[in-house]
C-alpha cells in the first residue's frame, strides 16, 4: 500500500495532487486540434440541435458537478437544464421531455441509485449518456452514449480526481453543444477551449501554496459547524466544498445559496463560527459580500475564496485564499481544490481515518 500512495502519507491527497494530469487527460481525449470531437461519445450534430432538454442525474459529488454544469450549458448552449438527485429522480412521477437528454454521472458506475434512474429513463425512452470513470462499468454499458473520465482509480472515499475530471466533461458538452447550436462563436469558442487547457497549471499552482491552507485547517480542527455559501457557480461550490469537510473531519457544515441566510440560516450564527464566503462570479462578488458582512456582524469569523486581483476582500475577512483567474465558467475546477485541501487538512490535524471515513462507502451498490 505504502508503494500504491507514491510516498504520499494518504490515497486522498495524492489523488488531489494527480488533478492537474488527470483533468489534462481528459480535455485533450476530446479536444483535437483546437476543437471539441465528441464522435467517440456517438452524439451527432444532428442529435446535439434537437436536444431541448438536458436532466443531469447523480449522487455525491457527481450530483454537485451536475449542480456546477447546469450553469455552464444553460449560459453557454442555452438549454434549460434540471439537476436531480438519482435517489429523488427514480420514485418521482416526472414528465420527461422526449427529446430530452438525460446525462448520468458516475465515478464508478454502479451506483444504485444513478443506475436505477438511467434504466428509468430508457424506459420512458429518452436518450442517456454516462459521463463515467470506470470502463465497462453498468452505467457505462447501459448508457446510449458514454463520455469518458481520465481520472484512473481512485481509492480513497472522498472523490476529488474523479469529480475533476467529471466537471471537465461536462463543460466540454456545454462548449461543443453551444458551438454546434450557434450560441457562441468562433471567437468564444477559442477561448473557452483555450481556457479549459490552462486548468491543469492552475491546479497546479494552487497546489504549490498548500501550506498555507494547511495552517489554517490545523485551527479548525475543534469547529462545532462551518458554513459555506455562494450564488450561482459559488453555490455549486460551496456544496462540494461543504462536503468534502463533514465527510472526512466529521464537522457538521452546510452549504447555503448566499441569499437564502436571511430565511433561517443567520440564525445558527453564533461567535467564532465559521463562515467561508466562495466569490469567483464578479457579478456576484458584491452580493455575497453583503451576505458575508451580515454574518461578520452576528460574530462569525470569515474565510473569503476569490480570484487574484479582488483584494479588497481583505477588509472583510480574517483570512483569504486567491485562485488564478479563469473563465468564470470554469471557476469550479480552480476554487474546489482549497477546499478539498482544507477538508483534507481538517481531517488529518484531528488524526482520522482520512481515506476510509466511519460509515462511507466508495461505491455505494445499495439503495
Ligand atoms: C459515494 C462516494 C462519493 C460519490 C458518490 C457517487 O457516496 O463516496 O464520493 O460522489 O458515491 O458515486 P459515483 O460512483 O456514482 O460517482
Given amino acids: 500500500e505504502a508503494a500504491e500512495k507514491a510516498g504520499f502519507e494518504h490515497f486522498m491527497i495524492k489523488e488531489i495532487h494527480e488533478q492537474p494530469k488527470a483533468v489534462h487527460d481528459t480535455i485533450n481525449s476530446v479536444v483535437k486540434d483546437g476543437a471539441i470531437d465528441l464522435s467517440e461519445v456517438g452524439l451527432t450534430e444532428e442529435q446535439i440541435k434537437n436536444i431541448s ?16 454544469c447546469q450553469y455552464v450549458f444553460e449560459d453557454l448552449a442555452e438549454i434549460p437544464v434540471r439537476v436531480e438527485l438519482a435517489s429523488e429522480f427514480r420514485y418521482r412521477k416526472m414528465v420527461l421531455d422526449p427529446n430530452g437528454l438525460v446525462i448520468i454521472v458516475s465515478q464508478s458506475g454502479e451506483t444504485a441509485d444513478s443506475l436505477a434512474a438511467l434504466r428509468l429513463a430508457k424506459k420512458k425512452g429518452v436518450k442517456t449518456l454516462g459521463i463515467v470513470n470506470v470502463v465497462g462499468s453498468s452505467i457505462a454499458r447501459e448508457a446510449d452514449n458514454v463520455f469518458y473520465t481520465l481520472a484512473g482509480p481512485e481509492i480513497a472515499v472522498a472523490t476529488t480526481k474523479a469529480y475533476s475530471t467529471q466537471l471537465i466533461a461536462g463543460y466540454c458538452l456545454a462548449v461543443q453543444f453551444a458551438k454546434v447550436r450557434g450560441s457562441i462563436d468562433d471567437t468564444q469558442y477559442a477561448h473557452l477551449i483555450d481556457e479549459m487547457q490552462q486548468l491543469p497549471d492552475k491546479i497546479a499552482k494552487i497546489l504549490e ?99 487574484y486581483g479582488n483584494y479588497n476582500i481583505e477588509d472583510t475577512v480574517s483570512f ?48
Fill in 320 to 367: 483569504t485564499v486567491y485562485i488564478p483567474k479563469t473563465d468564470e465558467h470554469f471557476a469550479t475546477s480552480l476554487a474546489v481544490i482549497p477546499l478539498q485541501l482544507m477538508g483534507y487538512y481538517v481531517s488529518v490535524a484531528k488524526g482520522l481515518d482520512v481515506d476510509k471515513p466511519r460509515n462511507l462507502a466508495k461505491s455505494v451498490t445499495v439503495e
Fill in 53 to 68: 432538454q438536458i436532466y443531469i442525474v447523480a449522487c455525491g459529488s457527481a450530483y454537485h458537478v451536475g449542480v456546477a
Fill in 209 to 307: 501554496d498548500k501550506e498555507r491552507i494547511q495552517w489554517f485547517a490545523a485551527k479548525q480542527a475543534n469547529a462545532g459547524d462551518i458554513f459555506f455559501i455562494g450564488r450561482g457557480i459559488d453555490y455549486a461550490i460551496s456544496l462540494e466544498g461543504s462536503l468534502k469537510m463533514k465527510e472526512i473531519s466529521y464537522i457538521h457544515s452546510e452549504a447555503y445559496a448566499a441569499g437564502e441566510l436571511k430565511h433561517g440560516t443567520i440564525s445558527l450564527i453564533e461567535d467564532g463560527t465559521l463562515v467561508i464566503g466562495v466569490l469567483t462570479q464578479s457579478e456576484l462578488y458584491e452580493k455575497t459580500v453583503s451576505n458575508m458582512v451580515e454574518c461578520k456582524s452576528r460574530g462569525a469569523y470569515l474565510m473569503g475564496l476569490t480570484t
